[in-house]
């Protein structure tokens, strides 16, 4: 069974990326078992944030790594907050970037908008490395369209999902149960993407 470390300390995260590696026979270990420090997410795309997570895992564990780094893209916005999603309010001048600061605040810049000015992207990139220099990484992008509430549906979720409408779902993204995201979200399509090209490599 071939071990692979998970680059995030996020519980939530940790769910929807050890579940479809483990039901694809990985033996999963936690970045978490081995250190407590993060790596630095200056990067200027979702790529490259993934990649330096996965890098740094690697280095600590001496094992091939997973990692991502998604976001929401809001159109009326010309993407924003993107890459700035864990951080939005910061951005905005505020000092605090917790999950309901974050979500409050988009809220407000979209205040009276019709719901057909709300539209928004999930975007999740994961990345794969066998070892700290990898060259050729596997990555994997996703997808998940929806729209922007103008106010929470749900306390719980991760990041901006209680505003999140998926309309493919009739429900915000809080409100999908953990077994349907696995097959249906941004992080599910990506992770599925890597897994299948880790395949495609170790079939070779």
């Known amino acids: 069974m071939k071990k692979i470390v998970i680059a995030t300390a996020n519980p ?6 050890s579940i479809p590696l483990q039901l694809n026979g990985f033996d999963v270990k936690l ?11 200056d990067g200027l795309s979702f790529v490259e944030n993934a990649l330096k997570k996965a890098r740094f895992a690697s280095a600590k564990t001496g094992l091939p790594a997973i990692a991502d780094d998604s976001g929401l893209q809001v159109d009326y ?3 924003r907050p993107g890459i700035y999603s864990a951080r939005f309010a910061e951005t905005l001048g505020y000092p605090e970037s917790s999950d309901s600061e974050n979500m409050l605040h988009l809220v407000e810049l979209l205040k009276g908008l019709p719901l057909k000015d ?6 999740c990139c994961v990345v794969y490395v066998a070892h700290e220099d990898d060259e050729t990484p596997l990555i994997g992008m996703g997808t998940w369209h929806g729209d922007i509430l103008s106010e929470p549906r749900t306390q719980f979720g ?3 999902d209680p505003i999140v409408w998926i309309p493919s779902e009739l429900k915000a993204a809080s409100e999908i149960p ?3 995201k696995l097959k249906t979200s941004h992080r599910a ?5 890597v897994i299948n090209q880790i395949k495609q490599r170790e079939a070779k």
Request: charged share 25%; hydrophobic share 35%; with cysteine.
């Open 178 to 180: 953990l077994e349907k």
């Open 31 to 41: 970045q978490t078992d081995f250190f407590c420090d993060q790596v630095i997410e």
């Open 77 to 79: 916005l010309n993407g």
């Open 12 to 17: 939530n995260k940790v769910k929807e990326l």
């Open 118 to 123: 709300r539209k928004a992207n999930y975007i």
């Open 158 to 160: 991760i990041g901006y």
């Open 189 to 193: 399509q990506a992770m599925q993407s």
